[in-house]
């Protein structure tokens, strides 16, 4: 550029040809004042403010594995022992205004009967939900309701096999199959648990195992803490279920010591409900469907053998709340309310058909002949405790039977 031509104009250089000039624009009119004010709010909202979010959006994991014993409460898993300490994966938190928060939970054996009532409450939540089913005992219809909800997705899939997904909360459960007490279901507690929880462990979820009063055995201790560590016979009919579901909460302890999942365990008692399956051979269910079609009450033993009936929504509640409170558990969740088999069947006699018979079959061998659980813990960690009792809950399950019988609902419905 020849020397006697004025430069061209250049607003860079020219404002900021001294380096005192942007220090002198951040101290001028206050604007440091500002800037250290701004950083102070934030600071504070940070700090204080409960909601915050995670910036990914947080997993839950609740397995549900698809073949365990014949009542669908054993279809979730999740267990463990008293433990005083809890996980807290550290996460990035960001003020909840920022970025919305929504869970995305995966429910494994979430088209079953206890997995598809907990995916209406976890969908009513606003939660994104991936179910995994493997469809033995679990069925479409159970949640064809949120096929078309964008935040649904149903998979076909056995737990037996890894899978791999993102989200934040799985929650492991199985479903029943007729009362075998074989070893594929035993490979579902154990294998599937153990999958789940590598996933669980892999993308930070928190894990929920159903687990169940199986656990217990044939109990020597009544009504249940969940402090009682059970009286179970390793080789029998039952162990498979029982021992599996055991394993399952042993592997899932020591995923929360050893790996620092956050999990939660629940031990849940015998449920009835809405989508029970109609002969899946447990008891509830095989006098309602009995009693609807006119054939007699099947009492195996002489029926003085008690369980305490839980109805599906206070078992869904439970979970919520186990599922969202800071306790790992295991939670004993069921319904205090003890009944013998023989009294059962008069409360179905009398809330169904006054006209139901009964007739006593031999029973099948190491069949508890006890159980009621003790829901302290659960009444005082989780302000839970069950509000559904056995004759109101009855006629509600009774309607919804009645619907699938007179469409010809048989075995298994799928
Ligand atoms: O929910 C639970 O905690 C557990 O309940 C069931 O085990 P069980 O308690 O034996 O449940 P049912 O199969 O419904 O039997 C309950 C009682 O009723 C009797 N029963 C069953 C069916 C029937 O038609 N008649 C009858 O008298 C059984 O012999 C047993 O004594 C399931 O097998 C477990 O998977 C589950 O974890």
């Given at each position: 550029?020849?020397?006697?031509?004025?430069?061209?104009?250049?607003?860079?250089?020219?404002?900021?040809?001294?380096?005192?000039?942007?220090?002198?624009?951040?101290?001028?009119?206050?604007?440091?004042?500002?800037?250290?004010?701004?950083?102070?709010?934030?600071?504070?909202?940070?700090?204080?403010?409960?909601?915050?979010?995670?910036?990914?959006?947080?997993?839950?994991?609740?397995?549900?594995?698809?073949?365990?014993?014949?009542?669908?409460?054993?279809?979730?898993?999740?267990?463990?022992?008293?433990?005083?300490?809890?996980?807290?994966?550290?996460?990035?938190?960001?003020?909840?205004?920022?970025?919305?928060?929504?869970?995305?939970?995966?429910?494994?054996?979430?088209?079953?009967?206890?997995?598809?009532?907990?995916?209406?409450?976890?969908?009513?939540?606003?939660?994104?939900?991936?179910?995994?089913?493997?469809?033995?005992?679990?069925?479409?219809?159970?949640?064809?309701?949120?096929?078309?909800?964008?935040?649904?997705?149903?998979?076909?899939?056995?737990?037996?096999?890894?899978?791999?997904?993102?989200?934040?909360?799985?929650?492991?459960?199985?479903?029943?199959?007729?009362?075998?007490?074989?070893?594929?279901?035993?490979?579902?507690?154990?294998?599937?648990?153990?999958?789940?929880?590598?996933?669980?462990k892999r993308i930070k979820a928190r894990f929920l195992i159903t687990s169940t009063s199986e656990?217990?055995?044939?109990?020597?201790?009544?009504?249940?803490?969940?402090?009682?560590?059970?009286?179970?016979?390793?080789?029998?009919?039952?162990?498979?279920?029982?021992?599996?579901?055991?394993?399952?909460?042993?592997?899932?302890?020591?995923?929360?010591?050893?790996?620092?999942?956050?999990?939660?365990?629940?031990?849940?008692?015998?449920?009835?409900?809405?989508?029970?399956?109609?002969?899946?051979?447990?008891?509830?269910?095989?006098?309602?469907?009995?009693?609807?079609?006119?054939?007699?009450?099947?009492?195996?033993?002489?029926?003085?053998?008690?369980?305490?009936?839980?109805?599906?929504?206070?078992?869904?509640?439970?979970?919520?709340?186990?599922?969202?409170?800071?306790?790992?558990?295991?939670?004993?969740?069921?319904?205090?309310?003890?009944?013998?088999?023989?009294?059962?069947?008069?409360?179905?006699?009398?809330?169904?058909?006054?006209?139901?018979?009964?007739?006593?079959?031999?029973?099948?061998?190491?069949?508890?002949?006890?159980?009621?659980?003790d829901i302290s813990k659960a009444k005082e960690l989780l302000n839970w405790e069950p509000k559904?009792?056995?004759?109101?809950?009855?006629?509600?399950?009774?309607?919804?039977?009645?619907?699938?019988?007179?469409?010809?609902?048989?075995?298994?419905?799928?």
């Amino acid at each position: 550029m020849p020397n006697n031509q004025t430069p061209p104009y250049s607003p860079k250089s020219y404002k900021f040809s001294s380096s005192r000039r942007p220090l002198n624009y951040i101290f001028n009119e206050q604007r440091f004042l500002f800037v250290l004010v701004g950083i102070m709010i934030g600071s504070i909202i940070f700090i204080f403010q409960p909601s915050l979010s995670a910036i990914t959006p947080t997993t839950t994991t609740f397995h549900i594995n698809s073949h365990v014993m014949p009542s669908m409460p054993r279809s979730m898993s999740i267990s463990h022992r008293e433990r005083p300490t809890i996980h807290h994966r550290p996460t990035s938190r960001i003020p909840g205004g920022i970025i919305q928060r929504r869970m995305r939970t995966v429910v494994t054996g979430g088209a079953g009967f206890v997995g598809s009532h907990l995916v209406d409450a976890l969908m009513a939540r606003g939660d994104e939900v991936i179910v995994i089913d493997n469809f033995f005992t679990g069925r479409k219809e159970n949640v064809a309701h949120h096929l078309d909800n964008p935040r649904f997705e149903l998979i076909r899939h056995d737990v037996v096999q890894p899978i791999l997904l993102e989200m934040n909360v799985v929650s492991f459960g199985n479903s029943s199959t007729f009362g075998i007490h074989d070893s594929s279901r035993h490979k579902t507690n154990v294998i599937g648990t153990l999958n789940m929880l590598g996933l669980a462990k892999r993308i930070k979820a928190r894990f929920l195992i159903t687990s169940t009063s199986e656990v217990y055995g044939d109990p020597l201790e009544h009504p249940q803490k969940e402090s009682y560590w059970g009286h179970v016979n390793p080789i029998g009919v039952r162990s498979c279920y029982d021992e599996g579901k055991r394993t399952a909460e042993t592997l899932t302890m020591d995923y929360s010591r050893t790996e620092g999942v956050e999990v939660r365990i629940a031990r849940i008692f015998n449920t009835y409900g809405p989508r029970m399956c109609l002969d899946d051979g447990r008891v509830v269910s095989n006098f309602v469907s009995q009693t609807l079609r006119k054939q007699p009450m099947t009492i195996y033993g002489d029926g003085k053998q008690t369980r305490s009936f839980q109805y599906v929504s206070d078992l869904v509640d439970g979970l919520m709340a186990l599922m969202e409170g800071k306790h790992i558990g295991p939670f004993n969740l069921g319904n205090p309310g003890e009944f013998t088999v023989l009294e059962l069947a008069q409360v179905v006699k009398e809330t169904i058909d006054p006209n139901a018979t009964i007739e006593f079959k031999k029973n099948t061998a190491d069949d508890p002949q006890k159980r009621k659980p003790d829901i302290s813990k659960a009444k005082e960690l989780l302000n839970w405790e069950p509000k559904i009792q056995l004759r109101d809950g009855l006629p509600l399950m009774m309607l919804d039977f009645k619907n699938r019988i007179l469409k010809g609902g048989g075995d298994i419905d799928k």
